[in-house]
């Protein structure tokens, strides 16, 4: 089953209550009994229980009442987690758990500072000790620890294994049947941390000790004892490790018949084969309990010499069991087995024969003298067994003690401890009806009945506070009150447990029959008592002459008289006691006082012990505040799953759990706090959902009205609302249930836009975030850069106001700035080729480095140049550059010149004689021109061809060479400086061959004169002459050539035998 929604804390604050067993109750019925619709009827109860049940939902509230089935399995659901669910959660706020009880009546006691009390009662294997085990833990885990005092939880859980092995036994109902009632009280300090405790036990089944019913056991103690204890320890007590060797372990009450197959028909499963000696049980591990409890013992505070005194108690019951008797001729009594006595006497520190002396015979004490008296068989075994169960009763009871002395408070603790507040856990017997009722179901069902007066009391009290407190006209409660059978049994004088001790104490005859006689005559007429004689014919049939029926609140239940006067007398010989109070087992002698010896006070009757004692219990109880735990066993047979119906039937009416709903039904059926149920029930009413902005009860006021509640099926109290029936609520339940679909839808869109919303903000955020941290940087980023640009700016200009300063940190930024983009921009502009003049103005800081650059550049674009020109350019250039050596401004003709290339030859081989050819053969032809020789003497013009050779020159007609002028004879060139072709070659006067010097004429003058300068290495005898040459003639005659200006050139004899040449103007520009 799952569990949603909020719950309402320690404070009150209101968390969304789910009930889930009001929205599932067809399936796993109501988690509240009192919602029951028909609450007078048994089997609607016990169907609910059963449904729940099925479901493995073993709790069920009757108000604040817990009802647990045993589940007879592990339901897991006792882990940690379940019980932080719990915690700090309102009882009816969250399914029904042992827990919620536990939680709610931990936090009352904090919250009011009051003692809390937690009745737990039901049939034996119902689970009681479980559930206070259950509580115990819870407080263990959940308690927040005291610093000094973190072993008091410890001690408190560990105080359970002990008292189990000594007071529980495996019976036929429960393996692990507790056989004392127990009332344990744990202290909390102002912290809630639990700092004490302190533990009451009640009516131990002493007879338990010397005899066990078929398929049952001894105390656990004895069989853990023998299976876990080592060889030596079992050496040093005299004992034998088979259980079967100890008649207090193998002796079984002999079954009738009858009770055999009574027992059979309620399912109880006998082990016929094992005759009396059931010492190994399979649900349970003696030897691990061993450990367990010896290690508890430990916790609890015991020493080795505790250890070692308590054992020998034990071993000395097995002992003692062991003691056999023979029967004398004149009926006296002896002891036929020495060993046995020898042993006990020697583990309880007694004299051996004191002892076997007390075992037989009795001492009575008259007024003046002392009388000894043997016993018969009977007696002695009667006495021997009296002995057995004193001893083991009184150590358990030291037990208690000494666990209460290591739980108690401690003194360093103090703070006035009187006020730390304390829950108790009562662990006690429920109703219990066997077949056969005795003395001890007597004494247990009448525990149950005063419990159950104390229940009604305090129900009715508190119901009737709440409707104080709430404001509400008290309404009378019809119930059952079960005073008048208390009052029968416990009446002072006039009560049964009187007329018990009266025939006990009577002096003359007195037996169990005598006594019943009594109660008949006493009670005859009383309406819950009946008997053989006084029943009509129909009960008459079902009952024994030795019973006596009472009609208790929970059912009728006959006791049997047989045993009764025995039980309550529950006697010990005086010399037994004697014996006793003189033991070297400090234990024995603490549980036997010398008082009790020389007292002469007849000791307290049982009955009237155990009444004097549960009265104070119920004193006890009385001042605290209750909450109840009602355990129901859903089968006999201890098994998972099975519901028997009959079985449980009996339970709920005798654990009065209907007279119990009633009692709660007498008022109202359900009650809750106006914040609970406007909070669940507000979605049903259009005022009141989704919000309810005023008070709270009006919002109630308003969501009953609309509703349509009757005046007569509510009432509204001072902060709860009180409904009359549960037919009410679940009406309103059900309207909850057909609105929920819409609710979801509303829940679900509101839930999905708050969701997108909260998604949209989110998201808003981040974005501002990113936004802001943006902006931020951006920000920060053009601050920087404006701040580096002005302190640049700065710079700048300091730097140009010093710029004409040296070097320096004024300066240096915009120095290097100015040089730096002169540099790259002079990269980008440097002139491309030698031709190019052009060259960036420089700063004046730069000047020289930029005149530098400016010729590394011309130098490097030269260089670049030169690489690129090939060996005919080379030489093309070479020419060019000695013609312009030559005649630039020289010579008018020259510009003309330099735009056409020097041929290598205007001659080519072919076109020269080949017998001219021949003659040269040694002498290569490295430049041949056509040319124009005038004569000297009358200047005719004759055709030649001008041939350089390495060393000379020839001149050549179309058939012989003509004139042969060597180079080195040579005189001189000489040209006109205007722009003819006449070229004039000095030969040396002193040469006779030579006719004079040579007059050419020539196209290509400059090419020609250049030509042969360089070939004949002649460049220093080039003249070039403006007007006139002179020339020598033959024979030592001198001409001139007269050079003139004029339209078209003309060679032609002038004046005075000159050769004028008329020479055309060039425009050169
Ligand atoms: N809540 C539970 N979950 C699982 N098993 C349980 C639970 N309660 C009881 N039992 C089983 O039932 C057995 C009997 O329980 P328990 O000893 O508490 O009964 P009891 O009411 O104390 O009986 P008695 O009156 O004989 O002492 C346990 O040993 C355990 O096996
Ligand atoms: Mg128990």
Redesign the pocket.
Known sequence: MRYQGREVDIEGRVRLVMESTLTARDRVGVQDFVLLENHNSEAAFIENLRRRFRENL?YTYIGSVLV?V??????EIYSKPQMERYRGVSFYEISPHIYAVSDNTYRAMRTTWRDQCIFIS??????????SK?ILLYYAVTCPTHDHMTTVGDRLLQSNPILEAFG?AK?L??????RFGKYMDVQFDFKGAPVGGHILNYLLEKSRVVHQNHGERNFHIFYQLLDGGDSDLLQMLHLERNPQNYQYLVKVRSLTALHLFKLRSRGVILNLLDQGSCSKVS?ISDKNNWKVVMNALLVIGFNEEDMQNLLNIIASVLHLGNTQFGEGEEGETHITNETPIANVAKLLGVNASALGEALTHKKLTTKEEEVIIPLNFEQAVAARDALAKAVYGRTFTWLVEKINQSLALKDDMDHSNKAFPVIGLL?I?GFEVLQNNSFEQFCINYCSEKLQQLFIELTLRSEQEEYTTEGIAWEMVQYFDNKIICDLIEEKHKGIISILDEECMRPGETSDASFLEKLEDTFGSHPHFVTHKLANGKTRKVMSREEFRLLHYAGEVNYNVNGFLDKNNDSMNRNLKEVMCQSGNPIISHCFSREEVTDQKRPQMAATHFKNSLLKLLEILMTKEPSYVR?VKPNDA?QPGHFDEVLVRHQVRYLGLMENLRVRRAGFAYRRSFEAFLQRYKPLCPETWPKWDGRLEDGVATLVNHLGYQPEEYKLGRSKIFIRLPKTLFLTEDALQAKKPEIALTLQTSWRGYRERAKYKRIRHAIIVIQSAWRGMKGRRRAKRRRRAADLIRRFIKGFIYRHEDYCPENEYFLDHVRYSFLMKLSKNLPTSVLDKSWLASPPSLTEASEHLRKLNMRNMVQKYCNRIQSEWKNQMTQKVVASELFKDQKDNYPQSVGRLFLDTRIEREQINLKVLQTLDSDKVLYGVPVTKYDRRGFKPRPRQLLLSNTFAVLVDRTKIKQRIDYAALGGISVSSLSDGMVVLHMPPEDKKQKGDVLLHCNHVIELVTKLALIARMLNYINIKPGSIRYAGARGHEGIIDFIRGSELKVAKGKRGHLLVTVPRINNT
């Open positions: 073993i647990s045993n589940p007879y399995k592990d339901l039901g049939e034996s294997g119902s689970g009681k000790t479980e559930a259950k529980n019976t109902k429960n393996d692990n049947s507790s649900s662990d017997y355990c201890k």
